[in-house]
């Protein structure tokens, strides 16, 4: 008998969390020895491939189909499971971090569902992954009513009233440092996945409610398979059917894009979808052609709607592919954070809202996601009146869709350029965001705007690709390292005078300028932002 692999220890010098014994149970670190074991070096590999295909798009400049798998996509036979029913509606899903707080609203939000993130939403604090994993186990509980500071109480409503859960653990890139194996950290999407699903699968499938996945920034076929095997093994360690997991894919990588049959392939005995992630999307258009030319600058982030054509053609595609092969199609954010302070304000955002869930719904997505509760009404409004009493519109099969490769990177369709403003907007969300990351926040209200780390990602990758590549603005000036730099110093002026001296102190203000001037201006282009943020948590 194969001697058992090494169990997980938590990092000397780690600050205990309350309850963490109740997580970092015996058995569970066990299971995660097992995953880390039989897939961190598959992890590693397909990280390797990431690079070498990168470095194909820097030198071509274009990216195909795959030749390779086209018997997938010409196979008009094979389909995705059928949708458990805890998935088969899903017409409103809201997202947000699993902070004790959040859980409660969400769950009790009216969404359908609700994606409990410990990604692009969480700063990976130790404390947040810890304490996130808890209050999911309390909830399913029914332990997790609290009293603010405030004296506000939060509790949940009945069950049958509730969101189902969907958990999106970290990407592949992002190790958890504060747990090892012989010095070695434990890929943070292992963590977040297989604590989860040690302490709560069966009980959910048990329930008919799990468990359930969103699976992020994955970048080709090769590692959803590896997620499919992972889910596989999972299954059998603790003695539930194959196909009892459940997992919807963020389309939000341009070469995932390129794979979505292939993608749902994969995954096809545990796949329930796949989402148009629009702005981790935007992000990897602009890191993967920073340094392809002009035709592939973009303007500022907020002149890229989702009407532009090379998004339309990428959320077509979707919602083709998906019905195609009998999955959801769930539709991108709407970030907006309604304000009860300026109703003029808040009525045209919320218009704005009202158009984009139209649009989706109107296109043939099943559901869509909002950052705040005060949205579910107005994305449920849009699909109620397509949808009706129908659970999804899969029998939309969009035939009329064709998409060519290069429809899908045809930047150069608009006619928006960068401005000045933009420029300053992407070095205030920059700082402001990372600032409030680096104290455990990973969603952040910024100028009416839920953010998270997409949002700043693609913020310093504007800025690195305007400035590397002498962008002239267009009011005439040049994006230049002096002239960013200049426009971040201001922007901590006037933070001290919007904070004060005693608030601005107490914050990481410096730290994130720093940080933000390091991943935008440095001719090493960092390959996610939050790997050297990483490294400046507590």
């Keep these: ?30 299971f995660l020895a097992a995953l880390h074991e039989r897939f961190t070096p598959r ?35 094979w389909r995705v499971a059928p949708a458990p029913a805890a998935l088969e509606d899903r017409r409103v899903e809201i997202t947000g971090p699993t902070d004790r707080k959040m859980t409660v609203n969400a769950l009790n939000s009216g969404a359908r569902v609700w994606l409990a993130d410990f990604e692009d939403a969480s700063a990976p604090t130790w404390q947040n992954v810890i304490q996130g994993q808890l209050n999911l186990t309390d909830a399913f509980e029914r332990r997790i009513d609290f009293t603010s500071p405030e004296g506000k109480t939060y509790a949940l409503r009945p069950d049958e009233e509730l969101a189902t859960v969907v958990v999106r653990p970290r990407g592949w890139h992002l190790d958890e440092r504060h747990l090892t194996v012989a010095g070695r950290p434990v890929p943070g999407a292992l963590v977040d996945f297989g604590l989860f699903f040690f302490h709560n699968a069966r009980r959910l499938a048990e329930r008919g409610k799990g468990p359930f996945f969103y699976l992020p920034k994955l970048e080709s076929h090769l590692e959803a398979r590896l997620w499919n095997d992972v889910f596989v093994f999972a299954q059998e360690y603790v003695g539930l059917p194959h196909g009892t997991v459940r997992a919807t894919v963020l389309i939000e990588t341009i070469t995932a ?34 340094a392809a ?11 890229v709607t989702m009407t532009v054509p090379f998004m339309r053609a990428y959320t077509e595609l979707l919602v083709r592919t998906c019905h195609k092969r009998g999955a959801h199609a769930i539709g991108g954010m709407a970030a907006f954070i309604p304000s009860r302070r300026d109703p003029e304000v808040n009525e045209a955002a919320l218009e704005k809202v009202r158009a984009d869930k139209d649009r989706e719904a109107n296109d043939g997505f099943d559901g869509s996601w909002v950052a705040h509760p005060d949205l579910v009404p107005v994305a449920r409004a849009a699909f109620d009146a397509v949808l009706g009493e129908r659970p999804h519109q899969k029998q939309r099969l969009r035939e009329d869709v064709h998409v060519t490769a290069e429809q899908l990177v045809a930047l150069d369709t608009m006619e928006a350029k960068p401005t000045f403003e933009g420029l300053r907007n992407a070095v205030q969300v920059g700082i402001r ?46 994006a230049t390292p002096a002239l960013v730099r200049e426009v971040a110093a201001a922007e901590l002026d006037a933070l001290r005078a919007e904070l004060g001296d005693a608030v601005y102190a107490a914050g990481r203000w410096r730290e994130a300028h720093d940080l933000l001037l390091r991943v935008a201006l440095d001719d090493d282009y960092a390959e996610f932002l939050t790997l050297p943020a990483y490294e400046l948590l507590d």
């Design 257 to 290: 894009a390129y794979e979505m049959e292939e993608i749902l392939y994969e995954l096809r005995d545990h796949a329930s979808g796949l989402n148009a992630g629009r702005w981790d999307y935007l992000f990897s258009l602009i890191k993967n052609f920073r």
């Design 433 to 478: 965001y990372i600032e409030a990351w680096l104290r455990g926040q990973g969603a952040v209200a910024i100028f009416n705007l839920m953010e998270d780390a997409a949002t700043a990602e693609i913020s310093r990758s504007q800025i690195w690709q305007w400035v590397h590549g002498g962008v002239v603005l267009a009011g005439g000036e040049k």
């Design 43 to 77: 992890r590693d590999d397909l990280l390797a491939r990431r690079a070498e295909r990168r470095a194909a798009i820097a030198r071509t400049g274009t990216l195909d189909f795959l030749p390779e798998t086209a018997r997938v996509r010409e196979d008009p036979t």
């Design 293 to 303: 030319g002009e035709r592939f600058v973009l303007p500022d982030r907020n002149a």
């Design 1 to 30: 008998m194969p001697a058992a692999a090494p169990t997980p220890s938590v990092t000397p010098g780690t600050a205990t969390v309350a309850r963490q014994e109740e997580v970092l149970t015996g058995a569970a670190l066990e």
